[in-house]
Every structure is written in structure tokens, then in C-alpha cells.
């Protein structure tokens, strides 16, 4: 319970943020509150609303946060140049409002082996998604009245990441075995066009986006082993956090 008040003293923190119009410094990160009238702010919200599952209605943004965390797009660009193909996507990834205290100081981080907390059936390692309905079950809302954190993140997962059709696997071990460092799981649902995302802020240049114009739809694999796809990566360099969104369901 102490563990929650803390972090729910995060919330009041940044709600007292954009209150006040401030873009301040928490730890390592660059916080830019950003106009709800704006078009990032826009952008940001719509692709939230347009990538939920039609069992929820339209989630209420409560504030976006334009994050910047000091040394991690330098990492980024290392981890890119190392490789020979990229791709980098703009991505969903939820997890309990208990966590973001650890995740704005140090980032995500991919839980140590043995680690109860975190990970699902399919492996250890930082899950991601471009439906934010799958992150959003993640956040654990209940405890915290129905508000909830998630991020969206620039993830590169390569040009051509391991694509696994069993839930069953232990993604990370066949990933590391075929040279790949990013894993698919094609869901029965997922986006149709793909598109720049530098239609919500210049600097998101390059990287790719579902488009928020486009319902998304069947993908023609009705047996995935997901209703929605997912993203899986095994290095913390890989991940740049973009935005913060605080939501209320």
C-alpha cells in the first residue's frame, strides 16, 4: 500500500506539472507537458483511442508527456549503427503505475532470470504492442482507481524479426539462435497501413506508425496464437521512450 501512495504521489506530481505549465527535470528526464490543444497532443490521443479493442470505449487522456531521457537516444542510435538492417516502431508498452518510479530513473529494463514479476507465458524480455488495448491490460488499474500510465516508445525490431507462430516457445532462446533480437507474435487483428510518425513531432522522423485514419482489421491469420500483435525485445537499447500518457479507463 505504501508502494502505491508513492507512485500515485507521481501522478499528483505531474497532474501539478501541466497545471502549472512547467517542463521540468525528474531524475534523468526532460518532461515536456504538452498542450492539450496541440496536434502532438492529438496524434498522440488518437492513436491511443484508434488502437483499443471495441470492448472498451474511448479511453479519457488525462495529460501526455514528452519524454527525454538523458544518454538514451544516444544508446539508441549505437544499438542502430551496430546492426545492419533497421526498422524502427512507435509502440505501446503498459505496466503497473507501482513501476514508473524505477522506469523514468532507469529505463525499461528486462527483468533478471528468476524474476516472478514480470514477463508472461511466452518469455522474459520488454513487451510492446501497436494496439494500446493489449498494453492497457497490463496497467493494473484497479488499485489505483481506474488511472493508469503507458508509454510509447520508439522500438527498433529490425527489418525482418523473428516471426513465432506458438505461444508455446521460449521466444528469447529461438531469437538469440536465428541472430535476430526482436520477436513478432502476429495477431488475428492488427493495423492496415503503416505510416511516418513524424505527423505527430518532427523528431519522430523515420520511424514507422499504424495510421490512426485506418480501422484496424483482420489479418488473414485466423489461427495466430494472439488476438493482437506483439512485439518482443531483449536489450534495453533498443527502446527510446517518447511520451508518457496518463489515462483514466
Not at 532470470?113 to 494500446?132: E, N, R, T, W, Y
Not at 528469447?172 to 488475428?188: D, E
Not at 522522423?205 to 482489421?217: L, R
Request: proline share 4%; net charge negative; with cysteine.
Amino acid at each position: 500500500e505504501d508502494l502505491v501512495a508513492k507512485e500515485l504521489e507521481l501522478l499528483t506530481i505531474l497532474s501539478y506539472m501541466k497545471d502549472m505549465g512547467e517542463d521540468i527535470t525528474i531524475g534523468d528526464e526532460e518532461v515536456i507537458v504538452l498542450s492539450r490543444n496541440g496536434n502532438e497532443f492529438l496524434h498522440v490521443e488518437r492513436y491511443l483511442n484508434q488502437s483499443h479493442s471495441d470492448v472498451y470505449r474511448n479511453y479519457e487522456v488525462k495529460d501526455i508527456f514528452r519524454i527525454k531521457r538523458r544518454g538514451e537516444a544516444e544508446r539508441f542510435k549505437s544499438f542502430q549503427s551496430s546492426n545492419s538492417t533497421s526498422k524502427s516502431r512507435l509502440l505501446w508498452h503498459g505496466s503497473p503505475v507501482t513501476s514508473y518510479g524505477g522506469i523514468l530513473s532507469h529505463g525499461l529494463r528486462v527483468a533478471p532470470v528468476g524474476d516472478p514479476q514480470s514477463g508472461d507465458l511466452l518469455c522474459k524480455g520488454i513487451h510492446f504492442a501497436d494496439m494500446s488495448c493489449v498494453s492497457t491490460e497490463h496497467c493494473h488499474s484497479d488499485s489505483t482507481g481506474g488511472e493508469a500510465l503507458l508509454l510509447l516508445c520508439e522500438v527498433e525490431v529490425g527489418e525482418s524479426p523473428l516471426e513465432i507462430f506458438s505461444s508455446s516457445l521460449k521466444t528469447g532462446n529461438v531469437t538469440n539462435k536465428s541472430n535476430k533480437y526482436s520477436t513478432f507474435i502476429r495477431g488475428r487483428t492488427g493495423p492496415t497501413q503503416w505510416i511516418d510518425a513524424a505527423d505527430i513531432h518532427e523528431s519522430l522522423i523515420g520511424i514507422e506508425m499504424p495510421d490512426p485514419t485506418c480501422d484496424p482489421s483482420d489479418t488473414s491469420y485466423p489461427y495466430a496464437p494472439s488476438n493482437y500483435n506483439k512485439y518482443i525485445c531483449y536489450n534495453e537499447s533498443q527502446i527510446q521512450i517518447r511520451y508518457l500518457v496518463r489515462i483514466q479507463f
